[in-house]
């Protein structure tokens, strides 16, 4: 698969769906994609994995037409294009499924799948021919959806599925989709991939963009890895292994499993009790958290994003104030009339990473050096009398730049020119710098490639190891059992359970986010 | 997408303002082509009127002065991304507080009391006047530019109502109050001079310049060596990560706008204590707003806001100059300049941008930039 045909025989195979030949693109000083070159065979689906920054989506973006590559061709079945907007993709017949949904929250299905299609300056015609479409994709792919309901008021699965029906609602024949399981329970990710067999047995290619080696592994028939913007193999699923991918994409050998022995859970650190909150609009986000927290313990809460995990990290934070229940934390309780706040916290030892290192965790405009005091900026260690000491922040800096391998290292660099794994160990070795008693963290490792995740995790189980209690929130089902001791389940703001990681599987857990109950919680 | 390399730091501060400025100047000199004057003799006017001429460097330095103090008013508000508009308002209160001041100690006390007590006096009102939209703004979530610009009504208001009525020179009509006793003068240039048996001709220019100076330095250690301006710049930044990392993000807003309005109020130093030596009506005369200008051209640093003042000083007197040479050019030329000045170096910041980051790339290849 290595080698790439270029003359394809016309009378015995068809032409590949697409073909991708020496394309290249570089943004200012950065080569994002060098050369690249492969074949997606009509039919089929074709995986493409890499790490961030790897030059996946931009290589996307080309084929969409967000981007225009700087030298090479594509060739869309066996035939050169010119692609030059998203237009002329449409056209050809590719479309695409943004990793962030294109929908319109407030519109109904019908009105969503109709945008660029109206039919006139009345929308009756346009309206009767997307449902005549809705009706034939529901039969015809399997993908039912009520055309009359807000897109709103349905669940993410439902949602992508709308998206699904949107890029190929006028007959694409190469969908591809970016990183489309981020947001789904392991039951919708199953769904789609029901979804994504059947548009292929019907003679759709579908490119499946991911960083999960294990959908890979389920579902393409060949994948492609790229790696600093350059094809490094293309291989046959059948004939791969997720430690072989794992080993394409960083360039080295990397151990996917977390080493750890089992956990000395000490004194009670953290005490939830009951703890709710409601937004402004007096929505209930969180309600009945109720857990204990121990000295040397992992615990992990599972859950498809936006159900509460936001909230509850905030409010153990001391960024907001919980409306009901109460918590205490080494000592110190905290009920909806005794605030906290987030100064508070980091006194009495609480460290925190937070969910978003973005919005919260770094200010990107500001040096790597200070964001290495960000939150602690009011030590007494970091000043010459009452002007900041410049020249002990900047060593302290490099000292951590050095023990957590932040690249580059200089510590002037603005935090915005670091990639995300680099930023969010900025943020890692400020926090566990200072030796905290109880840690908090939020998706430790979202956007951050397989090598740093690696070595995050290693830190996470170090910290543990020495006594630190910690609460570890993530979407990613693997990074909870994988380092976890116990584990909480939330769905809808509430807990469904709390098991110990020798009774939990995906499975068990996956039901357990998509609210289901039943016999599976502990 | 725009692909264009990151343009260097020293090249945003310094040669981005430049060819903004050039720019703009070559726009006012299609102008004034236009009204039949040549537009190169009419720049070597304007900068004959605004250094050259005897005691014109005085003029200019003493309208400097006024731009630094807004300018810095500005830019502190803008480092916590508060946008004030209130400059004039909080100049002219400061104004009211100089005025007072001066006036009650004036005739009592010596100059090295009043004096330090009147310009302290001329920020801390300035202080309070922008206090009232900082904390709506911290607390109640008023948007900042708003109130500031109402603050500026009200301020005009009270001002036309305190001159006119309880403040008003016995005896006199015109609304203005009484003149300071010398010991509430701030020291001229040209008197020190005098003194030091060395004569100039005679300008505005006096001690508030030195003021001025010690506040651009003041400015600079506040915002970048202390702890209250990594808060300031980090609520500026992202007011979210600085709720993280434990920084009272309401309470540095309304400092801001305090500190803020203390620059403006500043201002009236200068033209208060300094020139007038009485409190008068509109003495701010669009000083206030013209800070915007000042602190967008000089990228909110202090280096930049000082040649940002200057040049502007420079228009204010060599445009005045102008209206003297020629027949067809009228003061309000400068406006054009200065309006041209705001187009290009705020509404089309970045229009030179990437073309000048591409050139400056294609002429290092690549080297400046690479680690940045």
């Given at each position: ?31 994002a ?31 969409y ?58 929308l ?65 990710a ?24 294990a ?31 794992a ?95 987030p100064?508070?916290?980091r ?151 709390i ?23 502990a | ?11 945003d ?11 703009a100047?070559f ?71 100089a ?27 300035g ?8 904390y ?7 948007h ?40 509430a003068?701030?020291?001229?240039f ?127 007197q ?55």
């Amino acid at each position: 698969m290595e080698s790439i045909n270029t003359e394809v025989d016309l009378e015995h195979e068809p032409p590949p769906a697409i073909e991708l030949r020496d394309v290249s693109k570089t943004f200012g000083n950065v080569q994002a994609n060098k050369n690249i070159s492969m074949k997606i065979e009509k039919g089929s689906i074709h995986g493409i994995v890499g790490e961030n920054g790897a030059g996946k989506s931009t290589l996307m973006n080309i084929l969409y037409g967000l981007h225009t590559a700087d030298t090479g061709d594509i060739l869309v079945n066996g035939q050169k294009t010119n692609i030059r907007s998203s237009a002329d993709s449409i056209a050809l017949g590719i479309g695409m499924v943004h990793q962030h949904f294109m929908l319109i929250p407030n519109f109904s299905v019908l009105e969503n799948v109709m945008v660029g299609n109206e039919g006139g300056f009345l929308l009756g015609g346009g309206e009767e021919e997307a449902i005549r479409t809705l009706k034939h994709l529901g039969t015809e792919y399997g993908m039912d959806v009520d055309p009359h309901a807000l897109i709103e008021d349905l669940p993410v699965g439902i949602r992508q599925r709308v998206e699904i029906i949107k890029a190929i609602k006028s007959g694409a024949e190469i969908l591809i989709l970016d990183e489309p399981t981020g947001v789904l329970t392991p039951q919708e990710a199953e769904g789609l991939f029901t979804i994504l067999r059947v548009l292929r047995d019907r003679g759709v290619s579908v490119l499946l963009i991911t960083h999960k080696l294990a959908e890979i592994m389920a579902i393409t028939d060949a994948v492609s890895v790229i790696r600093d913007g350059e094809i490094v193999g293309h291989r046959k699923t059948s004939d791969t292994t997720t430690e072989e991918l794992a080993e394409l994409m960083v360039g080295r050998e990397v151990s996917l499993e977390v080493e750890r022995g089992a956990s000395e859970a000490g004194e009670t650190r953290l005490s939830v009790s009951n703890l709710g909150h409601s937004s402004l609009s007096g929505i209930k986000k969180l309600s009945g958290i109720t857990f204990d927290l121990h000295a040397g313990e992992i615990l992990g809460v599972a859950g498809v994003a936006g159900n509460g995990q936001t909230e509850l990290l905030e409010i153990l934070s001391g960024m907001r104030v919980p409306d009901e229940g109460k918590f205490s934390v080494l000592g110190t309780e905290v009920t909806p009339n005794k605030h906290s706040n987030p100064k508070l916290m980091r006194k009495l030892g609480i460290g925190h990473i937070p969910e978003d290192r973005h919005l919260h965790g770094l200010v990107l405009d500001f040096e790597a050096q200070e964001n290495f005091v960000f939150g602690f900026h009011d030590a007494d260690q970091f000043y010459s009398g009452s002007l900041l000491n410049q020249r002990f922040i900047t060593d302290h800096s490099s000292d951590l730049m050095g023990k957590f391998d932040v690249r580059p290292t200089n510590p002037k660099t603005k935090a915005k020119n670091f990639s995300g794994g680099n930023q969010q160990k900025i943020v890692i070795a400020r926090e566990i710098n200072e030796v905290p008693k109880l840690l908090i963290i939020g998706q430790p490792t979202r956007g951050v490639d397989i090598g740093a995740i690696e070595f995050i995790h290693k830190q996470i189980v170090h910290l543990r190891d020495q006594g630190c209690a910690i609460l570890l929130v993530s979407v990613e089902l693997e990074e909870i059992l994988g380092l976890s001791d116990r584990i909480m389940v939330m769905n809808a703001g509430e807990q469904m359970g709390i098991l110990d990681r020798d009774e939990a599987d995906e499975r068990t857990l996956g039901l357990m986010m998509a609210g289901i109950t039943g016999s599976n919680a502990a | 997408m725009k692909s264009a390399p990151p343009l260097p730091t020293w090249a945003d501060i310094l040669i981005l303002p430049i060819i903004n400025l050039c720019a703009a100047l070559f726009v006012c000199g299609l102008i004034i082509l236009a009204l039949g004057e040549n537009p190169l003799t009419a720049l070597v006017v304007m900068l004959r009127g605004a250094f050259v001429f005897p005691g014109s460097l005085g003029y200019t330095l003493y309208y400097t002065t006024n731009f630094i103090f807004t300018g810095l008013a500005v830019a502190i508000a803008f480092h916590a991304m508060m946008f004030n508009i209130g400059g004039e308002g909080q100049a002219s209160i400061g104004g009211l507080g100089a005025g007072l001041v001066a006036l009650w100690l004036g005739a009592t006390t010596p100059p090295a009391i009043v004096l330090p007590v009147a310009v302290l006096a001329a920020a801390l009102f300035g202080a309070a006047w922008a206090f009232i939209p900082g904390y709506l703004q911290a607390k109640r979530g008023s948007h900042i530019v708003i109130t500031t610009i109402m603050f500026n009504f009200i301020a005009s208001s009270v001002m036309v109502w305190l001159l006119a009525g309880p403040l008003i020179q016995p005896g006199q009509q015109s609304p203005q109050t009484a003149t300071f006793e010398p010991s509430a003068h701030l020291p001229k240039f040209t008197d020190v001079m005098e003194m030091m048996s060395i004569s100039v001709a005679n300008s505005p220019l006096n001690f508030s310049f030195v003021i001025a100076l010690m506040a651009l330095l003041i400015f600079w250690i506040l915002v970048w060596k202390t702890r209250f301006g990594y808060e300031l710049r980090a609520v500026g930044h992202n007011p979210e990560a600085a709720k993280y990392a434990g920084i009272k993000v309401p309470t540095i807003i309304i400092l801001a706008m305090a500190l803020s309005g203390a620059f403006a109020g500043l201002m009236a130093t200068n033209e208060i204590l300094g020139v007038q030596h009485k409190v008068v009506l509109n003495f701010t005369s669009g000083y206030g707003f013209t800070g915007i200008a000042v602190a967008l051209m000089g990228r909110n640093h202090p280096v930049g806001i000082f040649l940002a003042s200057l040049l502007f000083g420079a228009l204010y007197q060599g445009g005045a100059e102008l209206d003297f040479e020629f027949q067809s050019i009228t003061r309000e030329m400068v406006l054009v300049i200065q309006g041209m000045i705001i187009l290009f170096s705020g509404a089309l910041a970045y229009m030179f941008n990437p073309p000048l980051a591409r050139f400056i790339h294609a002429l290092f290849g690549g080297r400046k930039t690479q680690h940045v």
